[in-house]
């Protein structure tokens, strides 16, 4: 009987970020302002409640109004400014 293993990867370890994780991380924890721009050009103000790979929970609107949480997917957005 022959046994077939397969190689599994190593997850990352928790210190192993990339560079958007530590920055959206960062802004989330300060609890800071932000612009977001949009691939369709809308301009969003607001805060980054939550973020995974494919997506940020953004609590917001356009041109500054108060909106509600939002789901944006992160390949709709182009840029993020901090204010």
Do not use: A, W
Not at 9 to 23: G, I, L, R, V
Not at 54 to 71: A, N, S, Y
């Amino acid at each position: 009987m022959s046994t077939n293993r397969v190689e599994i990867p190593k997850p990352k370890s928790e210190k192993e970020f990339d560079y958007s994780t530590q920055f959206l991380n960062q802004i989330r924890m300060n609890k800071e302002e932000v612009e977001v721009f949009l691939t369709s050009g809308t301009r969003l103000v607001g805060f980054i409640v939550k973020f995974d790979n494919v997506g940020i929970v953004f609590f917001g609107g356009p041109r500054g109004e108060t909106g509600k949480d939002q789901l944006l997917f992160r390949t709709s957005i182009t840029s993020i400014v901090p204010l």
